[in-house]
C-alpha cells in the first residue's frame, strides 16, 4: 500500500531533506515526530539500521515489498552489493525520468508514466518499475508533448551526467550506469545489508 502522509514527517524521522521541496519542514523542525521527537536519544544499532534502509527507501518512494525485492536482485550480482542495489534503484524508469529534469517530482514522473504518456525504445510503457540500460531512450508521446512541456519548470535542475535530455525533443537517454562516486554520498548502504543480515 502506498504511502500517503506527509512526506516531510519521513524527512524529520530520518534526519535529512528527502522529500525534493525548497521548503521542507525539516528546516523548521529539526526534531523527530512525535510526542517525545525533541527528546535525545541514542538509537541502538538496530535503530540505525532501520533508519538508513528508510532513507534509501523513502528516497526512491518504494514499499517495503518493492525495495526488499530490488534488494534480493543485488545480492544475485558478483558485484558490490550495496552499490548494485543503488544503481537498480537509479535506473528505474520513474526515477530516470525524475532526474532528468523533465518533471519536478518522482510521484509527478510516476503518474506520467502510468497514464501512458511515455515511449521507451518507441514502445509504450506504463510501468514506473521498468530497469533502464545503457542506450535506452525515452520519449514522450507526440500527443503528450503539451502536456509535458506545461511542467518544464525546473530551470535549475542539474542534470545527470550519465543521462542526456533534450529539452526541446522531449527525450532522455541513458548514456552508462552510474558509478558509486557520482551517487547520493550521503546514503551508508551497507547499514540496509546489515539490517536485512538480520532476517
Known amino acids: 500500500m502506498r504511502y500517503t502522509g506527509s512526506k516531510c514527517k519521513r524527512c524529520r524521522a530520518v534526519g535529512t531533506s528527502i522529500c525534493g521541496r525548497i521548503k521542507c519542514a525539516l528546516t523548521r523542525k529539526p526534531n523527530p515526530p512525535g510526542q517525545h521527537g ?53 535506473t528505474r524508469l520513474d526515477n530516470v525520468v525524475s532526474r532528468s529534469g523533465m518533471v519536478t517530482t518522482l510521484s509527478q514522473a510516476r503518474q506520467l508514466i502510468s497514464h501512458g504518456h511515455f515511449l521507451l525504445n518507441g514502445k509504450k510503457v506504463s510501468t514506473a518499475s521498468i530497469r533502464l540500460y545503457p542506450g535506452d531512450k525515452i520519449t514522450v508521446k507526440e500527443g503528450s508533448k503539451p502536456k509535458v512541456k506545461l511542467l518544464q519548470i525546473r530551470e535549475g535542475a542539474v542534470l545527470c551526467d550519465w543521462l542526456n535530455y533534450d529539452k526541446e525533443a522531449l ?18 548502504e551497507q547499514l540496509v545489508i546489515e539490517y536485512y543480515s538480520r532476517r
Open 38 to 90: 525533541a527528546a535525545r536519544k541514542k538509537r541502538s544499532e538496530y535503530a540505525t539500521q532501520l533508519l538508513e534502509k528508510q532513507k534509501i527507501r523513502w528516497s526512491y518512494d518504494l514499499s517495503e515489498r518493492q525495495f526488499f525485492n530490488t534488494f534480493e536482485k543485488a545480492t544475485k550480482s558478483k558485484d558490490v552489493t550495496g552499490t548494485v542495489l543503488l544503481q537498480l534503484l537509479e
Open 171 to 188: 527525450s532522455i537517454e541513458v548514456l552508462r550506469v552510474p558509478e558509486r562516486d557520482i551517487l547520493d554520498q550521503t546514503f551508508r
